[in-house]
T-cell receptor, first 114, second 112 residues
Framework: DVKVTQSSRYLVKRTGEKVFLECVQD?????MFWYRQDPGLGLRLIYF???????EKGDIPEGYSVSREKKERFSLILESASTNQTSMYLC?????????????FGSGTQLSVL | SQKIEQNSEALNIQEGKTATLTCNYT??????LQWYRQDPGRGPVFLLL?????KEKRKERLKVTFDTTLKQSLFHITASQPADSATYLC???????????FGSGTRLSIRP
């Protein structure tokens, strides 16, 4: 089975801190995604990557950046954390290369910014 | 832009009945549509994918329909069980085939 691992289950940070959320997948998938999930708003796409060093903005990229130096790892960076970035962050991967895009999700990181 | 609408209110069903969840989308019709299950505090798990040229897809007690004229998908769970209680999310590809967007989900509760 595909495994998508997020480095932290719970994270508490202070306003203004630089925050790194790490995600690793073990199935050689081309595509990787970062979503955030808030009550009543569902999953919203922050960024996705379709290849190493390639990235594309999602619907809500402001305040975030990403890094994909290796195929299996996709990092989400909050340059200067703010309280409105308190949320559940979900990483996902999919095979890519034109195949139908079933997503495999990690367990999520609940981030609290105080 | 494409939008997805799911029943925002929770659905409460008696065990053994059929639960039906609705997913409506606007604008263009996607090449396929997906359904995921999400339990509290966990990531979504893929359940079913239905292509635009398929009217219906089944997997065990699950059935999905896809009506491109109505721009709607229905998700059915027959002989529902308390273990089916979860939030169910509809998803479809956005402007690029690799970019997937989600509805806000419908919370389903099956009472014994």
């Amino acid at each position: 089975d595909v495994k998508v691992t997020q480095s932290s289950r719970y994270l508490v940070k202070r306003t203004g801190e630089k925050v790194f959320l790490e995600c690793v997948q073990d199935m050689d998938h081309e595509n990787m995604f970062w979503y955030r999930q808030d009550p009543g708003l569902g999953l919203r796409l922050i960024y996705f990557s379709y290849d190493v060093k390639m990235k594309e903005k999602g619907d809500i990229p402001e305040g975030y950046s990403v890094s994909r130096e290796k195929k299996e790892r996709f990092s989400l960076i909050l340059e200067s954390a703010s309280t409105n970035q308190t949320s559940m962050y979900l990483c996902a991967s999919s095979p890519g290369q034109g195949r139908l895009e079933k997503l495999f999700f990690g367990s999520g990181t609940q981030l609290s910014v105080l | 832009s494409q939008k997805i609408e799911q029943n925002s209110e929770a659905l409460n069903i008696q065990e053994g009945k059929t639960a039906t969840l609705t997913c409506n989308y606007t604008n263009y019709s996607p090449a396929y549509l997906q359904w995921y299950r999400q339990d509290p505090g966990r990531g979504p798990v893929f359940l079913l994918l239905i292509r635009e040229n398929e009217k219906e897809k089944r997997k065990e007690r699950l059935k999905v329909t896809f009506d491109t004229t109505l721009k709607q998908s229905l998700f059915h769970i027959t002989a529902s069980q308390p273990a089916d209680s979860a939030t169910y999310l509809c998803a479809l590809p956005y402007s690029s085939a690799s970019k997937i967007i989600f509805g806000s989900g419908t919370r389903l509760s099956i009472r014994p």
